[in-house]
Each structure stands twice: as structure tokens, then as C-alpha cells.
């Protein structure tokens, strides 16, 4: 078992205003930093951007849609970190058809164009959107889009 097979974890809860958006943001990088300080695991520049902004989306929506706190998990395994957002509210999002005209209400989309999987489920309360990103730009690390099997 390689040192990128046991996960290596952090959460928060996050709960008031929307000024806790930029705290995920920066949670997301400094525990990247610390992964890739203490753990020796490679992370590129584009995985902590790409991951922040997944971030920003998740947090963004589920503090915009749901009331209440709201749990942020980031966990890196096998050259992947998950992002984890649960919320209050039970209704799962759709991503939207393409409108160019329409302003917001892009979140989901993007999260979706970047990660390698994007999982969605009701949870008993609420519910969790996870999303998975590459570590690296290694191309064979997946392509954006597809679930890995």
C-alpha cells in the first residue's frame, strides 16, 4: 500500500454568512499545501485552482439553497481529492441546459466540466454533492467528465 492509499482527511462546518465562502476557499488550499508539504504527494497548481473553485460552487450553492449549517469534507486517496458538501436541504440540483444569456446559476455546470465525478445523494437530512479531482494534470489521471471505473 502506497503512501496515497490511506486518506488523509480534514472538515469544517460552516454556518452564518456568506463571507465563509472565502474561508472554504482557503481551507481547500491550505490543506492541499499541507498534503503536498507533509504527505509528499504531488499536487499542481491547476488541482488547488480547480479545487477552490469547486469549492466556491458547492459552498456557494448550498449556503444560497439551503438553510443552516453546512459540512465541508476534503479527502485525498489515491492521487484523487474529494470534495464533500452536505446541506440541509433535501432536493437535488440539476444543472441547467447552456444559456449564455443566462447570468448565475452556473455552479453546477462547471463543477461538473472539471471534475473527474460528481456524485450527488439524498442523505436522511438534507443532502451531499462529492466531486472528484486529479491531483496532477497527468493525463492519465482521467478525464474530466467520466466516472473511473
Known amino acids: ?4 492509499s490511506c486518506p488523509i482527511q480534514t472538515a469544517v462546518v460552516l454556518d452564518g ?4 465562502i472565502a474561508e472554504a ?8 499545501t499541507r498534503v503536498q508539504a507533509e504527505h ?5 497548481a491547476r488541482a488547488r485552482d480547480i479545487t477552490q473553485l469547486v469549492v466556491s460552487e458547492l459552498v456557494t450553492n448550498a ?10 469534507e476534503l479527502r ?6 474529494e470534495v464533500g458538501v452536505w446541506d440541509s436541504e433535501p432536493v437535488l440540483p440539476v444543472a441547467r441546459s447552456a444559456d449564455p444569456s443566462r447570468v448565475g446559476q452556473h455552479g453546477l455546470e462547471i463543477v461538473k466540466a472539471v471534475a473527474q465525478y460528481v456524485d450527488m445523494e439524498q442523505q436522511p437530512i438534507g443532502k451531499r454533492i462529492t ?5 496532477t494534470d497527468d ?3 482521467g478525464v474530466p467528465g467520466r466516472v473511473r471505473r
Open 139 to 141: 493525463p492519465g489521471a
Open 1 to 4: 500500500m502506497g503512501p496515497d
Open 63 to 72: 449556503r444560497k439553497y439551503a438553510p443552516g449549517p453546512v459540512l465541508l
Open 25 to 32: 476557499r482557503h481551507l481547500a488550499g491550505d490543506f492541499l
Open 131 to 135: 466531486a472528484r479531482l486529479a491531483l
Open 76 to 81: 485525498v486517496t489515491d492521487g484523487t481529492v
Open 17 to 20: 454568512d456568506g463571507s465563509r
Open 40 to 44: 509528499g504527494l504531488p499536487v499542481s
